[in-house]
């Protein structure tokens, strides 16, 4: 009998065409939650936003590898994992620069209010009955990265043409890209001050879950935009919509959110001063089938009897 893999993505991301890779391998059947009575029987599972902790694991005995759909895997407990000897692996680098595409989309959306000038465009100008109002010049501001990783250098990549002052605050220094491409490290504080656009990069840890919450909105500037692409926990939601709805800060920018999908009654969504999209950053047909071959490379890795590539930092140099 062949092993069982369990997609739990739909095929718009992972296509036939990619998961056939596995077909001489496994079964391969594509799933939706709930899909416990085929947990017992799966080997590997290609997972999307589904959580995978003790309780998932508990009902998957023989399951041999996690590939997350992504490369953020907050959803996935690590430790539980390495106790089961399950591997965890994602999919890092192939989506970097369509999260930093998306992520300046979100600057420049904001900053020359591209919905509502589609709105006025299709609504009114013809009428004469509104105007757009101004939006803002990029040159001459402060772009401050919070974390300065694969996307976050990709971000500061595409932000050469800008005329900007560039500053970061992460746990580690970059002198590389400091060289590169004249980015400053400063502290917290003085990174909150400072930025007019602050572009949020960070993975979701238990330091970071929050990070921007009332304090941090306290210290910005009465211009600053937050932007968002990376997990909508880093922010507490309610504060910002505190801040922008007092007119505290100018605006933000999210891709994601605290509860996805955002339910219809999120106050940020009745605000004038957001531009929000639906966790959709890597989503572009490139990135995804990039992904898709990826997380199934890994599998199909594993069926092969190999260490999969693309283990999860914290499982670098263990073997099952
Ligand atoms: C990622 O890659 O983690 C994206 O946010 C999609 O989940």
Same mark, same amino acid.
């Given at each position: 009998?062949? #092993?069982?893999?369990? *997609?739990?993505? =739909?095929?718009? /991301?992972?296509?036939?065409?990619?998961?056939s890779?596995?077909?001489?391998?496994?079964?391969v059947a594509y799933?939706?939650?709930p899909?416990?009575?085929?947990?017992?029987e799966?080997?590997? @599972?290609l997972?999307?936003?589904d959580?995978?902790?003790?309780?998932?694991?508990?009902?998957?005995?023989?399951?041999? $590898?996690?590939?997350?759909?992504?490369?953020?895997y907050d959803?996935?407990?690590?430790e539980?994992c390495?106790?089961?000897?399950?591997y965890?692996?994602?999919?890092?680098?192939?989506?970097s620069?369509? %999260?930093?595409?998306? +992520?300046?989309?979100? *600057?420049l959306?904001?900053m020359?209010?591209? #919905?509502?000038? =589609?709105?006025?465009?299709?609504e009114?100008?013809?009428?004469? =009955?509104?105007?757009?109002p101004?939006?803002?010049?990029?040159?001459?501001?402060t @772009?401050?990265l919070?974390?300065?990783?694969?996307?976050?250098?990709?971000?500061?990549?595409r932000a050469?043409?800008?005329?900007?002052?560039?500053?970061?605050?992460?746990?580690?220094?970059r002198?590389?890209? &400091?060289?590169?491409?004249?980015?400053?490290?400063?502290?917290?504080?003085e990174?909150?001050?400072?930025?007019? *656009?602050?572009?949020?990069?960070? #993975? @979701?840890?238990?330091? +970071?879950?929050?990070i921007?919450?009332?304090?941090?909105? !306290?210290?910005m500037?009465?211009?600053?935009? $937050?932007?968002?692409?990376?997990?909508?926990? %880093?922010?507490?939601e309610k504060?910002?919509?505190?801040?922008l709805? &007092?007119?505290?800060?100018?605006?933000?920018?999210? =891709?994601?959110?605290?509860?996805?999908?955002?339910?219809?009654?999120?106050?940020?969504?009745?605000l004038? /001063? $957001? $531009?929000l999209?639906?966790?959709?950053?890597?989503? +572009?047909?490139e990135?995804?089938?990039?992904?898709?071959?990826?997380?199934v490379? !890994? *599998?199909?890795?594993?069926?092969?009897?190999?260490?999969?590539? /693309? %283990?999860?930092?914290?499982?670098?140099?263990?073997?099952?």
């Open positions: 009998m062949k #092993p069982l893999v369990l *997609i739990s993505t =739909d095929v718009a /991301n992972v296509p036939e065409d990619v998961s890779a596995l077909k001489p391998l496994a079964d799933v939706k939650a899909y416990d009575e085929l947990l017992g799966a080997r590997a @599972l997972v999307g936003g959580k995978v902790n003790e309780e998932f694991l508990r009902k998957a005995p023989h399951l041999g $590898v996690a590939s997350r759909f992504g490369v953020g959803a996935v407990d690590v539980a390495t106790r089961r000897k399950v965890v692996t994602h999919t890092p680098d192939v989506l620069g369509a %999260v930093a595409d998306h +992520t300046w989309a979100l *600057i959306g904001f020359r209010r591209i #919905p509502e000038a =589609d709105f006025i465009v299709r009114h100008w013809a009428k004469k =009955d509104r105007r757009l101004f939006g803002w010049d990029m040159k001459g501001k @772009l401050g919070l974390g300065l990783g694969r996307i976050g250098a990709e971000v500061l990549k050469q043409g800008f005329d900007l002052d560039l500053v970061y605050y992460d746990v580690m220094k002198e590389d890209l &400091e060289k590169l491409y004249g980015v400053r490290y400063v502290d917290f504080d990174f909150l001050g400072a930025s007019d *656009i602050i572009s949020v990069h960070v #993975p @979701l840890l238990p330091s +970071t879950r929050g921007i919450g009332d304090d941090a909105l !306290s210290k500037k009465s211009s600053a935009v $937050v932007v968002n692409t990376s997990r909508g926990q %880093v922010i507490d504060a910002l919509y505190r801040a709805k &007092e007119k505290r800060i100018r605006g933000a920018a999210l =891709d994601v959110f605290e509860e996805e999908p955002t339910p219809l009654d999120n106050p940020l969504l009745a004038d /001063n $957001v $531009v999209t639906p966790h959709c950053a890597s989503a +572009t047909w990135t995804r089938r990039g992904m898709a071959e990826m997380a490379g !890994s *599998i199909k890795a594993f069926l092969e009897g190999r260490r999969p590539p /693309n %283990v999860v930092p914290e499982q670098r140099g263990l073997s099952f």
